[in-house]
């Protein structure tokens, strides 16, 4: 550690005392003590960029500018500056593009998550996703439909991805900053209605609490990490069935088909995706499970990940399931 740089002194109240310990655990479970923190400006960077000051050895932040707001640069530079005043051995501005298929919420992320990747020297990046923001994440996949994968919600390390505060509540960061007497950044986006994540924060969560007497968040993120602790253990199973089932020549479809439902998805899902697919839905998944578990002769199964001229599909021949590319003015 270094000492001679100046560190924050942070006030001993409940709030950043809590993210303090929530930090200091993440850390202990990575065995890690150098990071690279997202900083926005916003409540909840800005209590993590706090603790993390105190708790790891050296912090550096990244702010990305995503430039979609009049002044962005502004709270950008602001940001950075209170991350060196607490102690960051840097912290740097990164302007990005914002452009892309998939709505401007997806495609501000990927050029963040891009941003922080180029920029994070080989260092973890910690993310400021609270409780809340896992809550969200849940009922955005329970939407979905597409089954327990999308309700694990985020992890805790998904390296290089950190999030320590996801037991945290959105309102102990706001109290912390408020015990650190700073000023978070309030984005517009963050109460827009035309996004779909602000209005189940403002909308669905709060009626869900009325109807169903509160705690819906807290349970949610309950329930998100007991599917990623079940997840974790069929994973494990998936990828030793795999390693049986699973060739250079594709997939042997008799073996594969001894396997309960959910180890054989989760087999197919891994090497479709090795195999090229994008944009894999549960009913495409579904699809090709029936070739290996419901087999009567059927045809090839589209799985995306095509050209323009020629559709990559899935097909089985010979009890072997294979992929190929396959003409789209075929019938």
């Known amino acids: 550690m270094d000492r001679t740089r100046p560190r924050l002194i942070p006030p001993e ?8 310990h929530a930090v200091r655990a993440w850390l202990a479970d990575a065995a890690t003590r150098d990071v690279t923190v997202g900083l926005s400006g916003g409540a909840d960077s800005l209590a993590l960029t706090a603790a993390a ?7 550096h932040a990244v702010v990305v500018d995503h430039r979609l707001q009049d002044g962005s ?7 950075a500056a209170q991350a060196k005043a607490w102690g ?5 501005v990164v302007e990005v593009d914002v452009h892309g298929d998939g709505g401007m919420e997806a495609a501000a992320r990927r050029a963040r998550y ?10 973890p990046v910690l993310l400021a996703h609270t409780l809340d923001d896992q809550a969200e994440t849940v009922l955005l996949g329970l939407a979905r439909g597409s089954g327990g994968r999308s309700l694990r919600g985020m992890a805790a390390f998904d390296p290089p991805w950190g999030r320590p505060l996801l037991a945290v509540r959105r309102s ?10 700073v ?16 209005r189940l924060r403002h909308e669905v969560l709060p009626l869900l609490d009325e109807v169903l007497g509160g705690g819906v968040a807290p349970a949610l993120a309950r329930t998100a990490v007991h599917l990623r602790e079940d997840g974790e253990v069929l994973d494990a199973d998936a ?20 396997h309960p439902p959910a180890v054989r998805r989760r087999v197919l899902r891994s090497w479709l995706i090795g195999s090229g697919a994008t944009g894999l839905t549960d009913r495409t998944l579904r699809a090709v499970d029936d070739l290996v578990a419901r087999w009567h002769g059927q045809g090839s199964v589209a799985i995306g990940g095509g050209t323009p001229e020629a559709r990559l599909v899935v097909s089985r021949r010979r009890g072997t399931l294979n992929t190929a590319f396959e003409d789209r003015g075929r019938v």
């Open 13 to 20: 109240q409940p709030a950043i005392l809590e993210i303090r």
């Open 53 to 59: 000051v105190v708790e790891a050895d050296s912090v």
């Open 73 to 79: 640069d502004a709270v950008a530079r602001r940001a």
């Open 88 to 92: 960051c051995v840097s912290a740097r």
């Open 114 to 123: 891009a941003a922080l990747d180029d920029r994070r020297d080989g260092r």
């Open 172 to 181: 102990t960061t706001r109290a912390a900053c408020s015990e650190l007497a």
């Open 183 to 198: 000023e978070p950044h309030d984005d517009p986006h963050n109460t827009s209605a035309e996004f779909t994540r602000v």
């Open 239 to 258: 990828a030793r069935v795999a390693s049986r089932t699973v060739t250079a020549d594709g997939v042997d479809a008799s073996a594969l088909a001894q």
